[in-house]
């Protein structure tokens, strides 16, 4: 988003890089042979189908999905390097279990999860969203989760606990990313807790019905379909009530450009671009962009009073 990095700057070497072409070479082997139901050491790694039931949302748009194929190979994830196809070329060393996250702070019952009974926590949703990406294109993505609230009301927020703070997995073995200075790591986000416990707010496990692979952000991350993508971080690892508004990655970086609240509003330019149009993966020419990506009914509420220029 900031700092544009050329590809020969990458310290991978070829060596390490599990291409592309090889990981789905095994993934239609494994549909082929049928075995996708069958517990693998990765399960991650082959987009195995973990849901055993999955229901659709009434938050759902009737938006026609972006091909799978462009969700998951045109990919922000700066753990994984700068360009677009970076993370899916680079996610070969990242192992997505055994995997915890931390749900503490200011709460009663702080705990920590497993991915695996976090799968069985809430019935899984098929939550199909407009996503927005401050860089100006946009996607539809039908997301398999559960709200965030219900993991939260787990850990019962105390009455001091105002803001959530989210950490993504930041693994120098597995993220060659991590190698170059472009963010503070770990990627940090957060929200204001009425926004984390907004019906909207997901915790997204899967997409197409398949669990998340790497570059989108496997095992969980977060999913705020009214804010510019950057807010959904990825791979989390901790999620913390806090009493203060949380310091969050692209903010550190530059603050006059990624401000906290981050919501999608085409009135707001970004200091280097106008955020009034957006390019949907998949079509030509541009869009225009809705306010609160769309979600205004929703959410507008939130912000009630709230100079929405100010708070950017
Ligand atoms: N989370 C982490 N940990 N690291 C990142 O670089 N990029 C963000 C967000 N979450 C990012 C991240 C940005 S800028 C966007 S637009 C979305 O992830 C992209 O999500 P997608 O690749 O699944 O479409």
Request: with cysteine.
């Amino acid at each position: 988003m900031l700092i544009r990095i050329q590809d020969d700057a990458h310290p991978i070497v070829p060596s390490e890089i599990t291409s592309e072409s090889l990981y789905r070479g095994r993934r239609d082997f494994i549909r082929a042979a049928g075995l996708g139901g069958i517990a693998f050491a990765a399960p991650a790694a082959f987009g195995a189908a973990p849901f055993s039931s999955i229901q659709k949302s009434p938050f759902s748009t009737d938006e026609k999905p972006t091909p799978q194929n462009s969700i998951i190979s045109y990919n922000n994830y700066y753990e994984f390097g700068t360009s677009k196809d970076d993370p899916a070329r680079n996610v070969g060393r990242f192992k997505t279990r055994p995997w915890t996250v931390r749900v503490e702070g200011l709460c009663a019952k702080p705990r920590t999860f497993a991915i695996d009974d976090l799968l069985k926590l809430a019935p899984i949703e098929e939550r199909i969203y407009r996503m927005r990406c401050v860089e100006g294109w946009s996607m539809v993505i039908p997301w398999n989760g559960f709200p965030l609230a219900s993991l939260l009301k787990q850990v019962e927020p105390l009455g001091s606990a105002k803001f959530v703070e989210f950490t993504s997995a930041a693994d120098r073995a597995s993220m060659p990313g991590l190698a170059l200075p472009v963010l503070d790591w770990p990627y940090t986000e957060g929200l204001r807790l009425d926004e984390a416990m907004h019906p909207l707010t997901l915790l997204a496990l899967g997409l197409y019905g398949e669990e998340l692979l790497a570059q989108n952000g496997a095992p969980l991350r977060l999913v705020v379909p009214w804010k510019y993508g950057f807010k959904g971080a990825k791979s989390l690892v901790r999620i913390r009530l806090t009493d203060k508004q949380p310091g969050t990655a692209w903010n550190k970086a530059a603050p006059n450009e990624y401000g906290f609240y981050s919501n999608v509003n085409p009135e707001v330019d970004h200091p280097r671009w106008s955020q009034a149009s957006e390019r949907r993966l998949g079509e030509f020419g541009k869009r225009k962009t809705l306010p609160f990506n769309g979600y205004a009914e929703q959410v507008a509420k939130l912000y009630a009073g709230m100079d929405l220029r100010k708070f950017y």
